[in-house]
């Protein structure tokens, strides 16, 4: 098989539904609050990813610069983002994703504010 029939996904993908939650309930690191997403690289090349994440009321942040070795899943916390910038809790924040091969980028929340945990998982858009 080559590399062109193994890969999926598109090359720019578009979340504009995160809002990181600031406060936690329960042991850390396992119930913190968190905004996370996973990248999906199933292609025979690593995917070098620059993720920039806008705001409401501030200027955009990034790239944050994000590896996927080939025919491999990688899931971060947006809370985790922290070069060039930590990323602000709490503000309402949309992210795109530029990756030099094709991929697939999902993005979910785990809200543990409150004793009864939610999770949420928009869906994201990608740009051809």
Not at 2 to 9: E, L, Q
Not at 65 to 72: G, K, L, M, Q, S
Not at 112 to 119: Q, S, V
């Amino acid at each position: 098989m080559n590399a062109s029939s193994t890969s999926m996904g598109k090359r720019r993908w578009a979340v504009a539904a995160g809002q990181v939650p600031v406060g936690s309930s329960g042991p850390e690191p396992a119930f913190t609050s968190r905004d996370q997403f996973s990248i999906l690289n199933t292609g025979e090349d690593s995917a070098h990813v620059r993720v920039e994440v806008f705001y409401a009321h501030r200027p955009s942040v990034g790239p944050f610069r994000v590896t996927v070795a080939p025919r491999r899943v990688r899931l971060l916390r947006v809370n985790d983002l922290i070069f060039p910038e930590a990323i602000r809790l709490g503000e309402a924040i949309g992210l795109v994703f530029t990756s030099d091969v094709p991929v697939v980028v999902q993005y979910g929340r785990c809200d543990t504010r409150a004793r009864a945990n939610a999770g949420f998982m928009p869906m994201g858009w990608s740009a051809h």
